[in-house]
C-alpha cells in the first residue's frame, strides 16, 4: 500500500452545513495541498444527521467542489438504536484511529470542542494504547459557539463537572487556539469560574497557552467579482444593482434579523431599497411571518457560496445588528470580513463580541438592540453618505480583511508547513 508522506485531519462540521468553521475547514484544507500536505480529509457527520440535528444546510447540489487530495468522509453511525449520540461518535473516532494506525506524519485539527475535539482525543489514546504509536500533532480550536454556548451553559446551569471535562480535553492537545481576542478572553473567564468552584488551575494555563488565530477566507473568491455577473445574479433575483438592503447569515435572533426587520418599518430609505433577507435558520418561519404583510421585505433560502458574494457586492448596504444571547455571541463575525473583501454598500453592524476585531473603523457602528439607532444607521448610509465617504470605507474594509486571507491564516496556524515545491520531470 502507497501511503501519504504527509496528512492533515480536519475533524469538523463541513458542507454543507452553515457555519463558519464549515467555510474555515474549507479553506485550511485547500492550502494545505500547498504547503506540503499531499492529503487532506475532512471528518464530518452523516446527511442525515446533520438534517436531524436541524442544523441550516446549504443547497445540496450546488456545494463547491474540493481539490483533488481532499477527501470528505462521513463514518456510518457504529451499533444500533440502542447506543444513540454515541453512534456517531464511535464511527469518527474509530475512522480517526485507522488513519492514526497508518505510517504517515498527521496533524489533527479538531474545530467546535464538542465533540470534535472529544473524538481527536479518544482516537490518540486508543491508537497509542493500541500500540500502534502514531504520528500526530494535534491542534484544537475554540470557534466561539462552542465557549459561548456550551461553557457558558454549564456554569449557568452549575454543571462544573461538564465544564471541566470540556477544558480538560482542550488542553490536553498539543496546541489550543482561539478564534478571536474576544474568544480567548472568554475562555480564561470560563476557567478562571471553574478553578473559583472546583479550585482546579485551567485558568493560567489558558492564559500562558491558547493563542489566536482568525478565520481563514478564500479572498479571491470575493475580490473583483465581474460587474456582469453581478447584474446578471440580482436580475434573476428580480433585484437592482444598490436597491436593497442585504442581511446575509443565519436567520437566528442572536444575528439581530428581529431587530432589522423592525428598524426596516421605521427606515425613510424603505420606499428606495428592499431588505433582502438570505439565509435559513431556527428563526426563519418565524421572521417570515412577521415580514408577511410587507412585501418590501424578500427572502432568499437557496443563495449558494457562488451567488453570496454577487448579493453583497450589488447592496447598498449590509446589515449584521448581532446582538449576545444565552445561546450565541458572535465571536467574529465571518460574514462581515467576506463583505469587507467583497464590496459593495458599506457595513452596519454592532459592538458584540469579536466583531470590531473584524471591522475595525471600517464600518457603521450601532448599539446592538438599539432599533431607532439601526434605522437611522441604515437611512444615513442609503440616503445621505457621500460616495466619496462610501468609498472610502469600501477600499479600507478590503485592505483590512486581506489580513484573513485563508493563505496568510494557515502560515500562521502551521508555521511548520513549508510550501509545496513542484519540480518538473520529463
Known amino acids: 500500500m502507497i501511503h501519504p508522506r504527509r496528512r492533515l485531519v480536519i475533524v469538523v462540521r463541513a458542507d454543507p452545513v452553515i457555519c463558519g468553521h464549515s467555510g474555515e475547514a474549507r479553506n485550511l484544507a485547500e492550502v494545505a495541498l500547498t504547503r506540503g500536505f499531499d492529503e487532506v480529509r475532512l471528518l464530518t457527520w452523516p446527511i442525515p444527521a446533520l438534517r436531524a440535528a436541524g442544523l441550516p444546510l446549504k443547497p445540496l447540489d450546488r456545494l463547491l467542489p474540493y481539490s483533488a487530495g481532499i477527501t ?3 463514518p456510518e453511525p457504529v451499533g444500533d ?3 444513540p449520540d454515541g453512534r456517531h461518535l464511535a464511527g469518527l473516532t474509530g475512522r480517526l484511529v485507522e488513519l492514526l494506525a497508518e505510517p504517515v506524519p498527521t496533524t489533527c485539527l479538531s474545530m467546535y470542542l464538542v465533540p470534535h475535539t472529544a473524538v481527536v482525543m479518544d482516537a490518540v489514546a486508543a491508537a497509542r494504547a493500541a500500540g500502534f504509536a502514531p504520528d500526530v500533532h494535534t491542534v484544537a480550536k475554540a470557534v466561539g459557539s462552542d465557549v459561548t454556548n456550551v461553557i457558558r451553559s454549564c456554569l449557568r446551569e452549575g454543571r462544573f463537572g461538564a465544564a471541566t471535562v470540556l477544558l480538560t ?3 490536553a492537545n498539543d496546541e489550543v487556539v482561539a478564534v478571536s481576542e474576544y474568544t480567548r478572553d472568554e475562555i480564561v473567564s470560563s476557567a478562571e469560574q471553574v478553578d473559583a468552584y472546583c479550585g ?3 485558568a493560567e494555563q489558558c492564559r500562558r497557552r491558547v493563542t489566536v488565530s482568525y478565520p481563514p477566507i478564500d479572498s479571491a473568491a470575493f475580490l473583483d467579482r465581474d460587474p456582469a455577473k453581478v447584474d446578471a445574479a440580482l436580475a434573476r433575483r428580480g433585484l437592482e444593482r444598490d436597491g436593497y438592503i442585504l442581511f446575509l447569515s443565519r436567520v437566528t435572533r442572536a444575528k439581530g434579523i428581529h431587530d432589522l426587520l423592525d428598524a426596516f ?6 420606499s428606495r431599497v428592499k431588505l433582502v433577507v438570505a439565509g435559513t435558520g431556527p428563526a426563519l418561519e418565524e421572521v417570515r411571518a412577521m415580514a408577511k404583510e410587507d412585501d418590501r421585505v424578500v427572502f432568499l433560502t437557496d443563495v449558494d457560496d457562488n451567488e453570496k458574494s454577487l448579493l453583497m457586492r450589488g447592496c447598498a448596504a449590509y446589515a449584521l445588528p448581532t446582538k449576545p444571547e444565552p445561546d450565541f455571541v458572535e465571536t467574529f463575525g465571518i460574514a462581515l ?6 464590496g459593495g454598500g458599506p457595513i452596519i453592524t454592532t459592538d458584540t463580541g469579536g466583531t470590531l476585531e473584524a471591522v475595525g473603523d471600517t464600518a457603521v457602528i450601532v448599539e446592538p438592540g438599539d432599533i431607532t439607532a439601526l434605522a437611522e444607521a441604515v437611512d444615513r448610509v442609503v440616503l445621505d453618505m457621500s460616495a466619496a465617504e462610501r468609498q472610502d470605507l469600501e477600499f479600507r474594509a478590503r485592505a483590512r480583511a486581506m489580513a484573513f486571507d485563508r493563505t496568510a491564516v494557515f502560515d500562521g496556524l502551521f508555521p511548520g508547513a513549508a510550501p509545496a515545491v513542484y519540480r518538473h520531470t520529463a
Open 337 to 342: 470580513a467576506e463583505k469587507m473583501l467583497a
Open 169 to 171: 480535553t482542550f488542553l
Open 200 to 202: 482546579t488551575r485551567f
Open 72 to 74: 470528505v468522509e462521513r
Open 265 to 270: 418599518g421605521r427606515m425613510r430609505c424603505r
Open 81 to 83: 438504536y440502542r447506543v
